[in-house]
């Protein structure tokens, strides 16, 4: 069965950095287009970020344009969120997201504070 799985979540303070990961079984990875979400506390869940099957093709949401980056691994069955220059206001679960199976990970939180 499809399994997702992320880490590299944690505590950082504003300004920094943090690499998540989602780690991808039971499916062929490279035929699903992936995205990354996540989820305040009181919030909807929004999408964060989406890459194509071979990562020729990135999107992301106008709040995170410019410091965060989606790639992925199809040899490694990996998809990766460079978090950079990290806000109070990314503070988050962080959802992978297998778009051609319609399945989530367990999410991996973020705090951005000092």
């Known amino acids: 069965q499809v399994q997702l799985v992320e880490s590299g979540g944690g505590l950082v303070q504003p300004g920094g950095s943090l690499r998540l990961s989602c780690a991808a079984s039971?499916?062929?990875?490279?035929?699903?287009?992936m995205r990354w979400y996540r989820q305040a506390p009181g919030k909807e869940r929004e999408l964060v970020a989406s890459i194509s099957t071979f990562g020729s093709s990135t999107n992301y949401a106008d709040s995170v344009k410019g410091r965060f980056t989606i790639s992925r691994d199809n040899a490694k069955n990996t998809m990766y969120l460079q978090m950079d220059s990290l806000k109070p206001e990314d503070t988050a679960v962080y959802y992978c997201?297998?778009?051609?199976?319609?399945?989530w990970g367990q999410g991996t939180q973020v705090t951005v504070s000092s």
């Open positions: 039971g499916f062929t990875f490279s035929r699903s287009a």
């Open positions: 997201y297998a778009a051609s199976f319609d399945s």
